[in-house]
Nanobody, 117 residues
Framework: QVQLVESGGGLVQPGGSRRLSCVLS????????MSWYRQAPGQERELVAV???????NYVDSVRGRFTISRDNVKKTVTLQMNSLKPEVTAVYYC???????????WGQGTQVTVSS
């Protein structure tokens, strides 16, 4: 069974940076498209960034140019580097793995990112 474990959340000041990581276990990492989602209080979960198993990336418009998603297929890790953080990105960030053949989704437990002075 695939398991995802996120780390890196916390409190950061506006304008600061934060790096989130997610490690996959129980599966072959290269078989999965990897994504980061976020959910703010009272809002629906939304896609932030995706990196396909072949390496192509895409971002929601509000973070393009400030966030970078990357993957390490040897370490089975996907990383979200977040720069120039604004209070409105405060949310629980979730790692997602979607198997490219079956489209089955797996989720991490989430990590809280709070941008506040």
């Amino acid at each position: 069974q695939v398991q995802l474990v996120e780390s890196g959340g916390g409190l950061v000041q506006p304008g600061g940076s934060r790096r989130l990581s997610c490690v996959l276990s129980g599966g072959i990492f290269s078989f999965y498209d990897m994504s980061w989602y976020r959910q703010a209080p009272g809002q629906e979960r939304e896609l932030v960034a995706v990196i396909r198993n072949g390496g192509n990336t895409n971002y929601v418009d509000s973070v393009r140019g400030r966030f970078t998603i990357s993957r390490d297929n040897v370490k089975k890790t996907v990383t979200l580097q977040m720069n120039s953080l604004k209070p409105e990105v405060t949310a629980v960030y979730y790692c997602n793995a979607r198997k490219v053949t079956t489209l089955r989704n797996f989720w991490g437990q989430g990590t809280q990112v709070t941008v506040s002075s």
